[in-house]
């Protein structure tokens, strides 16, 4: 058994990862009712996750601002700069997509029993209260702006404690970051469960009749990946961008595609940037906060399916309120996490822009749900990828530029 354990361990995660997604769908499709409680290892994986992440990135931080030594220099407000222009650019791109590729809608049900936000004023103070949340409370509601707030306040209180007490605290942080490691082992069998769940429940053909909403959704998020976020890649490290690009995608887009949780990728993320090389005081912040405002797919979703309720209603937009749409997308994107249902119930709100009624755009609301098995999964791949993407690229990019400046100065 030892030796069968450790031959599957030999081979890498995304290799087993594949085995899994082809073993799930097989089943799904073959034996959909039979195996019906393989569904339960989806749940399992996920539930895992994001039960070990809150107080991994707790400690992680409060670790990490502790230990920070006085001029010791971290990137975080050039992350905290390419979150924002990320999220703002992929709102662009969605403007522009719809406005080629007009797309009308087959309206479903209205979503119910959810309240969408009054306006971008409410958006943000849900995102404020969050930052003043009983640290108990947002550690079991994986609130992760409140955890984030809290660790820093923490860290910084520890900052002059004995050498001791910090060594507890980093000696807590990577004993969970152990649980986190053997968790993502499991990840082959928790994406044949969750892929299992998905086609055996909702199956392909509920998505047919959204085939084009989802093709204009999905290519945004594309172009934003396969496009925008080598652009920026290169301007930043001034090589090939597609192996750093491309790296990002497969060790940390396909997990979340799956799992379809920003926050219970953060783990894996964490993970990547350590193989990167990146700088543990700077990744152990800037990942959990991408989590929280680096809302590319996000921005995309909000934008493009208010457009499609636009065109659905005969609805004429000029530039000037596509320009207003795109900021409106992405300073609402970044609130996504704040407000319960995520960037879906934030539709109504660029709706409004328009002057469409809440009872209809609560309507493409509805249809955003029935999308929302692919729609979600791609959403959640881009905008965790490129937490590691963005993080990585501002590092690069400071050591590029030490580098020629050293080398100016000899």
Known sequence: MKELVKKWNDISLVKRIIMGLIIGITLAITVPTQLAPLAILGSLFVGALKAVAPILVFFLVMAAICQHKEGQKTNMKSIIILYLLGTFLAGVVAVIASFIFPVTLTLAAGAEGVTPPGGVGEVLKALLMNVVDNPVNALANANYIGILTWALVLGLALKNSKESTKQIIVNISDAISQVVRWVINLAPFGI??????????????????????????????????????????????????????????????????????????????????????????????????????????????????????ANTLGIKVDIGTAIILSVLSAVSACGASGVAGGSLLLVPLACSLFGIPNEIAMQVVGVGFIVGVIQDSCETALNSSTDVLYTAVAELSKRRKDKKARENIA
């Open 192 to 309: 044949m469960g969750l892929v299992f769940d998905t086609i055996s429940t909702s199956g392909i053909e509920s998505l047919l009749s959204y085939g084009q909403l989802i093709i204009l959704l999905v290519g945004c998020m594309v172009f934003a990946a396969l496009v925008v976020n080598p652009i920026i890649t290169f301007i930043g490290i001034r090589e090939n961008p597609y192996p750093l690009v491309l790296k990002c995608l497969k060790d940390s887009g396909l997990t979340a595609f799956f799992t379809r949780s920003s926050a219970a990728n953060i783990p894996v993320n964490m993970g990547l940037c350590k193989e990167l090389g990146l700088d543990k005081d700077t990744y152990s912040m800037s990942i959990p906060l991408g989590a929280t405002i680096n809302m590319g797919g996000a921005a995309i979703t909000i934008s493009v399916l208010a457009l499609a309720a």
